[in-house]
């Protein structure tokens, strides 16, 4: 690792992070699948902390609202003012991709939607954390929803012009267009998927990164050979595509009957 000294201290010192299973952190689980997730929120947050403390500042003070499967429209009706009944001065909301999965989705609505959101965050004085889509060019499943992601992100970008907002920049970060950034399901990121992506949390918010070569591609692996490729295409299809198929069928969620795994903002040890 490549360590960049001299960070400047964040002003921000009561961060509430929202959205779905993205930014609940699946699946960088150090405790293990069944323990609540940890993911790129938590670690920006302890970054931000880390850096406060060592400028003799208080600790960050941190929740993090994010539910896995929630659509764009429940993180804005139930969490946007859950997060401002906690009084934050820093959210980050990122949301939207549930929505793109859907073949009907309708991506001018989710940015005016997206976009009052804002407004609102910003009219109560709070700092706002916006994330684009990832480029989805070397993702089977993922593909097709590419155009509609690079017109919401052109979307999240000029309101982020408008409103003073920050934006972590996923479409661009190279080294998540490597498989070995995500988690077996391919559509989660792996723990250090997570890490790279709060080091670019960082860089978004105006802040050096920790690592200075924090989006620096892998070493390229030679090429999986056909039938390895197939079989694990097919071991994809039957433990994560069909179940998450079911799901859609049957109306249901990943995230139904979860709460957030931290409700009320504490400190960042």
Do not use: C
Request: a neutral charge; zero cysteines.
């Amino acid at each position: 690792m490549s360590v960049v000294l001299a960070a400047p201290t964040p002003r921000w010192s009561r961060y509430v992070a929202i959205g779905d299973s993205f930014t609940e952190g699946l699946w960088d689980d150090p405790d293990g699948r069944e323990a609540p997730q940890r993911g790129w929120a938590d670690l920006l947050a302890s970054h931000l902390s880390a850096r406060r403390s060592a400028a003799g500042e208080p600790q960050l003070e941190y929740a993090n609202l994010a539910i896995r499967g929630r659509l764009l429209r429940p993180i804005l009706v139930e969490q946007v003012p859950a997060a401002l009944a906690l009084g934050p001065d820093l959210v980050s909301l990122v949301g939207g991709g549930n929505d793109l999965l859907r073949p009907g989705a309708d991506v001018d609505r989710m940015a005016r939607n997206l976009e009052a959101g804002v407004v609102r965050l910003r009219e109560a004085g709070v700092d706002v954390l916006l994330g684009t889509g990832v480029d989805a060019a070397d993702s089977p499943l993922m593909k097709a929803t590419r155009s509609r992601v690079g017109i919401y992100n052109s979307l999240i970008w000029s309101m982020a012009r408008r409103h003073g907002a920050y934006v972590v920049d996923l479409w661009g970060m190279r080294s998540l267009r490597d498989w070995r950034m995500w988690a077996e399901d391919r559509i989660h990121l792996t723990t250090d998927g997570h890490a790279r992506v709060a080091q670019g949390a960082l860089v978004g918010l105006g802040l050096t990164p920790d690592d200075a070569a924090w989006d620096d591609p892998l070493t390229p692996l030679p090429p999986t050979p056909r039938m390895q490729k197939a079989r694990e295409d097919a071991a994809w299809v039957r433990e994560h595509l069909y179940p998450w198929a079911t799901r859609r069928l049957r109306g249901t969620s990943s995230g139904d009957d979860r709460s957030p795994k931290r409700p009320e903002l504490s400190p960042v040890e």
